[in-house]
């Protein structure tokens, strides 16, 4: 059975940073592309934030480029999001992805294998 779980969330400050971990089981990550999403209170998901695919391309959007950053260790299974300059407007739950193609991390709706369950991002003073 495939398990993605995040983890790291939390409440930080305007301009503070976090860390989430994105822990697979059951796959081998080393063939995955796995990409963050995140969905603010009463809004849709939006598109993807970043990916890292299995060849260790990364893609960043905008919204996130230069602030955030995806790495991964294929060893532990996880891969992370290192967040700094949080804003207020980064408030959202964030969830991972996995799927084999990482041009379906790309396209909306994005098309994934595999989901988290997601973990609560919270940027307020």
């Known amino acids: 059975q495939v398990q993605l779980v995040e983890s790291g969330g939390g409440l930080v400050q305007p301009g503070g940073s976090l860390r989430l971990s994105c822990t697979a089981s059951?796959?081998?990550?080393?063939?995955?592309?796995i990409g963050w999403f995140r969905q603010a209170p009463g809004k849709e998901r939006e598109g993807v934030l970043c990916f890292s695919s299995s060849d260790g391309d990364t893609y960043y959007a905008d919204s996130v480029k230069g602030r955030f950053t995806i790495s991964r260790d294929n060893a532990k299974s996880a891969v992370y999001l290192q967040m700094n300059s949080l804003k207020p407007e980064d408030t959202a739950v964030y969830y991972c992805a996995a799927t084999t193609h990482s041009w379906g991390l790309r396209v909306y709706p994005p098309r994934a294998d595999y989901w988290g369950q997601g973990t609560q991002v919270t940027v307020s003073s």
């Open positions: 059951g796959l081998t990550l080393d063939y995955y592309a």
